[in-house]
């Protein structure tokens, strides 16, 4: 069992930007690899970037792409999602989650429905 716990969301006007950090306890984190997703009011909860177990390879969504640096550090137990020049479409609760080391295709890595673990989220809001 992993858990995970988010935190460092909140409300930023637009250009600005946020840390987001998902620590996590229980068995050894660098089993895993980790991914951020978020979900909007009304839409699906969509793939945001995700990073390999050692973090060295990540993947991220187009619409973040530029602006978003996912990281990890394995001794902290902690990964963080750096987002910069927020856009208020960036508005939605983010949640970290966990998956096997095994799992390492970037394109299995963008989809929801392999991780194992999720966190409780963090809500971002992005005024324009």
């Known amino acids: 069992q992993v858990q995970l716990v988010e935190s460092g969301g909140g409300l930023v006007q637009a250009g600005g930007s946020l840390r987001l950090s998902c620590a996590a306890s229980?068995?050894?984190?660098?089993?895993?690899?980790m991914g951020w997703f978020r979900q909007a009011p009304g839409k699906e909860r969509e793939f945001v970037a995700a990073?390999?177990?050692?973090?060295?390879?990540?993947y991220y969504a187009d619409s973040v792409k530029g602006r978003f640096t996912i990281s990890r550090d394995n001794s902290k137990i902690t990964v963080w999602l750096q987002m910069n020049r927020l856009k208020p479409e960036d508005t939605a609760v983010y949640y970290c989650?966990?998956?096997?080391?095994?799992?390492?295709?970037?394109?299995?890595?963008?989809?929801?429905?392999?991780?194992?673990?999720w966190g409780q989220g963090t809500q971002v809001t992005v005024s324009s």
């Open positions: 990073i390999s177990w050692n973090g060295g390879s990540t």
């Open positions: 229980g068995r050894a984190f660098s089993n895993y690899a």
């Open positions: 989650a966990a998956v096997s080391r095994t799992v390492y295709s970037g394109d299995l890595l963008r989809g929801d429905s392999v991780y194992d673990y």
